[in-house]
Each structure stands twice: as structure tokens, then as C-alpha cells.
């Protein structure tokens, strides 16, 4: 059973929570209490109808209010709560793409664990917010096989649903190859498995790629190719095998590995706060054995460490 962590607020009244809004944001000293209790405890479309209310009431954009009044990490979470989430996706891609570097890890997080429909929509937004073409962007700031990944990914074009057990060993047959060849045409058949078949399919492939050749199918990977091709690779079996542990992990990573990663700690947080962040924190927990709440705790501070918190919405033995 998937379970998010936001869910719709019962009685709720959009009305009243502009006027909250607008009160703790016009005041003297911005109150960023009530910006977090309201914004973390609604969801996603709720804080749109917050959004018009305010219009409506103010006269001004509430996204332009907050990114006036705050600053640093808090500001990027509550701003990215009031996008839509393909806009949200959208957003990261192009900060992730048009940024002054390149952000792989951004692109491999989102396009190897969305669905066929979740693509569909968030390259509408992309088109929307920045008239630009998303395959054409991945394109132009990418590159080799990473960047052939990335734009089969993009396509949306994922079987669903639908497994063959006759074609399983001969895929996985394939896949073991590439391992072992390396060639162009051996990288090319690898990714085209891996971004075009079912999740239910690629279960029974990686079993028989066990079978044939004693190896995990992320092991073989591993030893085979390196960087960024490497890494996306990895994320799609990942990703295929138990989204929530491959954002468990991905989490961990971005909170132990390099200090704190903030960018992929909010992202994470936020795009998956109404779909699996509760799976992703008993994952998180089972693993690594101390709770997502503790660890955020431990290394985030202030207001934006209360906003992280809220969208975990810990238990309390995890305090």
C-alpha cells in the first residue's frame, strides 16, 4: 500500500486561509509559523485554491509574496509547495538543465522514476512555463549514452502493465551481454530494455539475469560501466524493484554523503510528500536504522528544519 504523508485538510475553508497568509506575511515581521502550518497541512491542490483566494482577496500572487519575504532553503520549500506537481518536475529539470552546471543527479531522480503519464504531463509544463522543449533541452546539455537514456526516458514510452515470462531470459540474455561487450549497439539494447519495459516485465528479467549469470543485475552494472550512464542505469532498476527504497536511499545519500544536499533532501520531500514519502520513511528506517525524522533533525535548523519536519510528519517514537 503507496502512502504519502500530506493529504487533503478536512473543513477546509480556502478563504480563511488566505486571510492567515496574508496576515502573517503583511505583517511587521513575517510569521513563519503559520506559513508552515498552513502550507505543509494541505495538499497540493488545496494550496492552489489558497493561491486564487489570495488572489482574489489581495489583489497580489502568493508566490511572489513568499519568494519576497523569505530567503535561503525555507524559501525553497514553501515555494515548491505551491507548484502543481509537473509544473514542480518541470521546474527542476530546467534549473537542472539551464543552471550553471549541469545537474545529473536531478535528471536521473526525476525522469527514471516518473510514470508514462507523469512525463507526459510534466514536458506540458515545461513547454508552458519556459517554451522550450524538454527532449530538445536534454539534447543540447547532455551528452553519449547518459543523454540517449535520458531522452528514451523522456519519451514516455514505457510498456505498462504487460509482461511476457517467454521474452524474459531473452532479455535478460541481452542485458548480460552488454555487460560483458560494452560495444555502441550493446549500450543501446541495454537502455532500450530498461527504459521501454514493464516494471512487471523487468521483475522477471532481473530474475533471470540472477539465473544466468550468479550476478545481481546492479552488481553487473556496476562493474561494467562508470559515471553518469552508470548511475541512471542503476536508478532504473532501482526505481523498477521499490521506488520508495531508491528515494530512501537517494535521501540518505543527499543528508550523509555530501554534508547536506539541500536541493535533492527539498525535492525529494516535496515531490513525493502525497504518493510514498511514508512507504520511503519505513524504508529509510528499516535500512538505515535511525528515522528520516531524526537524521533531517540532526542536520537542518530553524524554520526550514520545522517545514522539512512537517512534510516527513514523523511519528513520535521517531523524535
Not at 71 to 82: A, N, R, T
Not at 186 to 197: V, Y
Not at 295 to 310: C, N, T
Request: proline content about 2%; aromatic content about 10%; charged content about 25%.
Amino acid at each position: 500500500q503507496i502512502r504519502g504523508t500530506i493529504f487533503p485538510a478536512p473543513n477546509f475553508n480556502p478563504i480563511m486561509d488566505a486571510q492567515l497568509l496574508g496576515g502573517a506575511l503583511q505583517g511587521m515581521s513575517c510569521e513563519k509559523d503559520v506559513l508552515i502550518d498552513v502550507l505543509t497541512q494541505r495538499c497540493n491542490s488545496q494550496r492552489l485554491m489558497i493561491a486564487e483566494a489570495y488572489r482574489d482577496m489581495y489583489g497580489r500572487d502568493l508566490v511572489t509574496d513568499l519568494k519576497e519575504n523569505l530567503s535561503h532553503h525555507f524559501k525553497e520549500v514553501m515555494v515548491g509547495l505551491m507548484y502543481p506537481p509537473a509544473s514542480y518536475d518541470a521546474h527542476e529539470l530546467w534549473h537542472a538543465l539551464k543552471g550553471v552546471d549541469t545537474e545529473e543527479k536531478c535528471l536521473i531522480d526525476i525522469l527514471a522514476s516518473r510514470s508514462n503519464m507523469e512525463i507526459f504531463q510534466m514536458k506540458e509544463a515545461y513547454l508552458m512555463q519556459y517554451n522550450n522543449d524538454l527532449q530538445q533541452d536534454i539534447d543540447s546539455e547532455t551528452s553519449g549514452h547518459f543523454r540517449d537514456t535520458l531522452m528514451n526516458l523522456a519519451q514516455g514510452t514505457r510498456m505498462e502493465g504487460y509482461a511476457d515470462p517467454s521474452t524474459a531470459a531473452q532479455d535478460a540474455m541481452i542485458l548480460w551481454e552488454a555487460c560483458q561487450q560494452k560495444t555502441g549497439e550493446h549500450k543501446n539494447m541495454l537502455q532500450m530494455i530498461l527504459c521501454n519495459k514493464s516494471y512487471q516485465q523487468l521483475w522477471m528479467v532481473f530474475q533471470e539475469f540472477q539465473n544466468i549469470s550468479g550476478q545481481d543485475i546492479v552488481e553487473a552494472i556496476n562493474e561494467c560501466y562508470d559515471g553518469y550512464f552508470q548511475e541512471l542505469l542503476v536508478a532504473i532498476v532501482l526505481c523498477a524493484r521499490d521506488k520508495p527504497s531508491y528515494f530512501a536511499y537517494r535521501l540518505y545519500n543527499a543528508i550523509h554523503d555530501f554534508g547536506f544536499h539541500n536541493k535533492t533532501v527539498i525535492r525529494i520531500l516535496i515531490s513525493r510528500s502525497e504518493i510514498d514519502l511514508m512507504n520511503i520513511r519505513q524504508r529509510y528506517k528499516e535500512r538505515y536504522g535511525k528515522s528520516l525524522f531524526h537524521d533531517i533533525k540532526h542536520f537542518a535548523s530553524g524554520h526550514y528544519e520545522s517545514a522539512l519536519l512537517a512534510i516527513c510528519a514523523g511519528d513520535t517514537e521517531d523524535y
